[in-house]
């Protein structure tokens, strides 16, 4: 966002409400295919760089679930 001068509500359009926009920035919601979609056919972001932030994102969930701790 610091490169592209972007601002929160610059996001609104790709992933949806200012509360989804909060929610994912904060990592509270995972970006869905969709949201990543989007960013990367309107912004430029390489869809890798925003799949490999939501796969690792499962894996702490996973590793959570399973009573590991995480790392």
């Known amino acids: 966002m610091d490169q592209k ?3 929160p509500r610059d ?3 790709f992933i949806g ?3 989804r ?3 994912v920035l904060s990592r509270k919601r995972a970006l869905t ?3 990543v979609r989007r960013l990367h056919e309107g912004l430029g972001i390489p869809a890798e ?3 490999k932030v939501v796969r690792e994102k499962v894996a702490q969930r996973r590793k959570c679930r399973a009573g590991m701790p995480a790392s």
């Open 17 to 19: 409400s200012r509360n």
């Open 21 to 23: 926009v909060y929610d």
């Open 49 to 51: 760089s925003l799949i």
């Open 33 to 35: 295919l969709p949201m």
């Open 11 to 13: 996001l609104i359009p």
């Open 5 to 7: 001068g972007l601002a």
